[in-house]
């Protein structure tokens, strides 16, 4: 990611998204529940793919979870590969649920 690239929380469209310059290239939607956030999908566009714009939206939203004292319930299949890969952030998915996430 380069100096031009941003992230932010558009709570009222409820994702993090990031843009580089002043064109959004990715998103990751999520949903509140309870407790929780609830990762539903995450994209970049494709011209953007293979930068690591996808790590960087899931490594937003599983930090800002962690920063507001929710879990995480992985739905997105990307946030789900990810965090398996990435086991620091297997605690935030709450433990009774990773089987059914295949965590």
């Known amino acids: 990611m380069s100096d031009e690239t941003r992230i932010f929380d558009n709570t009222e469209a409820q994702r993090f998204e990031l843009h580089a310059g002043d064109q959004r290239v990715g998103l990751a939607d999520y ?16 011209r953007h793919g293979g930068h690591g714009y996808g790590s960087a939206l899931v490594r937003a939203a599983l930090d800002s979870a962690r920063d507001r004292g929710l879990s995480v319930l992985p739905h997105c299949s990307f946030v789900r590969d990810w965090i398996g890969a990435h086991p620091e952030y297997l605690d935030l998915v709450p433990e009774a649920q990773r089987p059914s996430f295949g965590l």
């Open 31 to 46: 949903r509140p529940q309870g407790g929780a956030l609830a990762l539903v999908h995450t994209e970049v566009d494709p």
